[in-house]
């Protein structure tokens, strides 16, 4: 078994064709953001990005992207803003991680929303649920199971949407939007909620506000980017912006008008979102590993992510063990109980608030 690296765009038609053929032979695959249109455009921005060809005999079995940063430090592609991560590759490819990582020229390959069945879970991990709404059977049946499990977050977004429309104007929904007007809306919006939440504003980055922009422009049957609005007359109230393959849709960046809370612009947002989406041959919605009060009502079930890292040892996998995994370690503890969870959330929008107040000064 040998291994070439490559940037994304050294990718020929013939190396493109056969990741997209692994990707859809294994639906656990079957994520935008393990597309090889995703790495080619964040490739296009991104020089440190790199493709591990992985071949067996004459045959392609095998394909890693990952970005490489200095002291041979791996990330994924795209990392902190990915919701799934990883290899795509063969089935029952048996391959030693460690090897895979010293032929990427790598001494540690750390990931947050690694997906299941991965040669590279041979590191440490923690695995945490990251919510899906199944729409394999059409929207009609999704909505039973939400009359039935969260009937009265279903009932009373119906009314808040009936609401909305009596006081505000026509309710209506556009999906599949490829006007950039209303995507600056929805990141101005998300924005705002990043700062309001003490958040890092993600786009503050001018290479994340391009990637986006490309991706809405990217359109293919297999790969695409999804922005969607709901309106009241010709006013945008929410919105959201992700990727889709065939089958599934990420969820990626939500956002809403806050001038228009009080109708709980977000839920209305996302069940009109799951209408069109099943209408567009969407099978399943991730949503994204996250403790997010809307994923809990909206969830019909859960898939599984890793988040952990793979080392080789020597020198930098030890320095990257002392600045990064104790850190980790601590954010976990804090994300898995309620109490310090609440209290860090109460003390991000405090600091929010108060830089808001500053800016505003």
Not at 103 to 112: H, I, R
Not at 217 to 233: H, I, N, P, Q, W
Not at 347 to 361: D, E, F, V, W
Request: charge should be positive; proline fraction near 6%; hydrophobic fraction near 40%.
């Amino acid at each position: 078994m040998q291994v070439s690296l490559a940037h994304p765009r050294e990718l020929g038609d013939v190396e493109v064709s056969r990741w997209r053929a692994l990707q859809e032979s294994d639906t656990a695959f079957d994520n935008p953001f393990l597309s090889p249109e995703f790495t080619l455009v964040v490739g296009a921005l991104r020089d440190h990005v790199r493709v591990a060809v992985i071949h067996d005999g004459p045959e392609v079995v095998g394909f890693f992207p990952f970005e490489r940063h200095p002291l041979g430090i791996g990330k994924p592609v795209a990392a902190g803003l990915t919701d799934a991560q990883g290899m795509v590759f063969a089935k029952d490819l048996e391959i030693d991680p460690s090897w895979l990582l010293r032929k990427c020229g790598l001494s540690v390959y750390e990931f947050d929303h690694l997906v299941a069945g991965q040669p590279l879970l041979g590191g440490r991990y923690e695995t945490y649920p990251s919510p899906v709404i199944d729409l394999s059977d059409g929207y009609e049946p999704y909505t039973e199971f939400l009359r039935a499990n969260s009937g009265k977050t279903y009932k009373s977004t119906l009314a808040k949407e009936r609401k909305l429309g009596r006081e505000a104007g026509e309710v209506r929904h556009e999906f599949a939007i490829t006007d950039l007007t209303p995507l600056h809306t929805l990141l101005a919006w998300k924005t705002d909620q990043y700062r309001r939440t003490g958040r890092t504003d993600r786009f503050s980055y001018r290479w994340i506000v391009e990637l986006v922009e490309r991706l809405q422009t990217t359109r293919g049957e297999s790969f695409a980017g999804v922005l969607d609005m709901v309106y009241v007359g010709d006013r945008p109230v929410a919105g959201h912006f992700g990727l889709r393959t065939r089958t599934t849709l990420v969820g990626w960046f939500p956002a809403y008008d806050t001038a228009f809370a009080k109708y709980s612009p977000g839920l209305i947002q996302h069940l009109s979102m799951a209408e069109k989406a099943a209408a567009a041959g969407i099978k399943l919605i991730d949503m994204g590993r996250g403790d997010k009060e809307y994923k809990e009502k909206l969830k019909t079930g859960e898939l599984s992510v890793a988040e952990g890292r793979l080392a080789r040892p020597g020198p930098s996998a030890g320095v990257h063990w002392m600045l990064r995994v104790p850190a980790r370690k601590a954010r976990a503890k804090v994300l898995a109980n309620p109490v310090l969870l609440k209290t860090a959330d109460k003390a991000l929008k405090t600091y929010g608030r108060l830089r808001a107040g500053r800016a505003g000064g």
